[in-house]
C-alpha cells in the first residue's frame, strides 16, 4: 500500500510541476506585452516609411511613428515587469485556503 501511496505522492508531485509551468507561460503579462511589442515594431515601421501625403492627411504629425514607439514601450515594460516579478508557484498552503 505504501507503494501505491508514493505513486500518487509522486504524480501530485509532477502535476503540480506543470501546473507551475503552465501558469508561468500563460501569464498575462508575456501575452500582453509580446502582442505589443510585436505591434509596435509593425506601426514603427509604417511611421517610418510613411510618405509626406500620410504625414499631410495628419497635419505633420507622424501619428503611426509615436504610437509604434509608445505601444514598444509598453511591451517592453510588461515584459521586464515579468522578468523582474516572475510569477510564484502556489504552495499547498495556498491551495488548501482556496
Given at each position: 500500500m505504501s507503494d501505491h501511496t508514493n505513486s500518487h505522492v509522486d504524480e501530485v508531485k509532477e502535476l503540480e510541476a506543470k501546473s507551475a509551468t503552465a501558469a508561468r507561460l500563460f501569464d498575462v503579462r508575456r501575452i500582453i506585452?509580446?502582442?505589443f511589442v510585436v505591434y509596435g515594431i509593425i506601426v514603427t515601421i509604417a511611421g517610418i516609411t510613411a510618405s509626406d501625403a500620410d504625414?499631410?492627411?495628419?497635419?505633420d504629425i507622424n501619428?503611426?511613428?509615436w504610437a509604434g514607439i509608445g505601444m514598444l514601450a509598453l511591451g517592453l515594460f510588461f515584459l521586464v515587469?515579468?522578468?523582474?516579478?516572475?510569477?510564484?508557484?502556489?504552495t499547498p498552503d495556498q491551495d488548501d485556503a482556496a
Open positions: 506585452g509580446g502582442l504625414l499631410k492627411k495628419a497635419q501619428i503611426n511613428l515587469w515579468l522578468k523582474l516579478r516572475p510569477t510564484a508557484p502556489p
